[in-house]
């Protein structure tokens, strides 16, 4: 039979096929139907592919891998699948840059002590660059593990428009969870800079003092990295 209710009224005794016999089987059926209606939804949220809004967003607590401001269903449902695929880079310079550019951090660039920068493209392909030493410090030890995370200028368009957020800030905060999280464990996350106007003199090498292709000075931003 197509459903329980159906079912139930062909099948009930003769006695039971009355009008209030048979409304009462119709009740009892439509009950059985709603109950089978949503175990097949149940189970169609075990797949991404039909899951709705809601389990999206129990999956992505489970593969740990959030939402993003820019994501729609559909790119985070995509995202979601792809979850294999992109935690296997968990722990190298591609994932940490991989995981801010879907956040919407696309210019995000890791600067590491001993003068290597690490960024990503618009086509997601990691560009290794050298930088001029002293562009930034890492304290008295600049031990070869330590990183910084830096925002070169021009900023991501919300920041422009609404401002650097501060350090501290919830959004600050996020960034760093988001870093410590896909960083190696053995790399030590000094602080993020922002570079609110202006560049930072020595990135990339190829500023020249005097060239016109850099700025001496500008504003910068400083999130530091709670323990």
């Known amino acids: 039979m197509a459903t329980f209710k159906e079912f139930m009224v062909d099948t009930a005794p003769s ?34 592919r039909y ?3 809601d389990a999206l967003a129990e999956v992505g607590l489970e593969r740990q891998l959030q939402r993003s401001i820019l994501d729609t269903d559909e790119t985070y449902r995509e995202r979601l699948l792809n979850a294999w695929e992109l935690w296997p880079w968990a722990g190298t310079p591609y994932g940490v840059l991989g995981a801010l550019f879907d956040q919407g951090y696309t210019n995000a660039q890791l600067v590491i002590a001993k003068g290597v920068v690490f960024s990503m493209n618009g086509s997601r392909e990691l560009v290794t660059s050298t930088y001029t ?67 930072t003199w020595g990135l990339p090498v190829t500023q020249v003092w005097g060239a016109g292709t850099g700025v001496w000075g500008g504003t910068q931003v400083t999130w530091t990295v709670p323990n």
């Open 15 to 48: 006695w039971l096929g009355q009008s209030r016999g048979e409304a009462w089987m119709r009740g009892l059926g439509d009950g059985k139907d709603a109950a089978l209606a949503a175990l097949k939804e149940a189970v169609k949220m075990r797949f991404l």
């Open 51 to 53: 899951s709705s809004t």
């Open 133 to 199: 030493p002293g562009a930034f410090t890492f304290g008295s030890t600049p031990y070869w593990s330590k990183f910084i995370l830096y925002f070169p200028a021009p900023q991501i368009a919300r920041w422009v428009s609404g401002g650097v957020p501060a350090n501290g800030s919830d959004e600050a905060l996020a960034v760093i969870a988001l870093v410590k999280k896909w960083k190696s464990a053995h790399s030590y996350f000094d602080r993020a800079v922002i570079q609110a106007t202006g560049k």
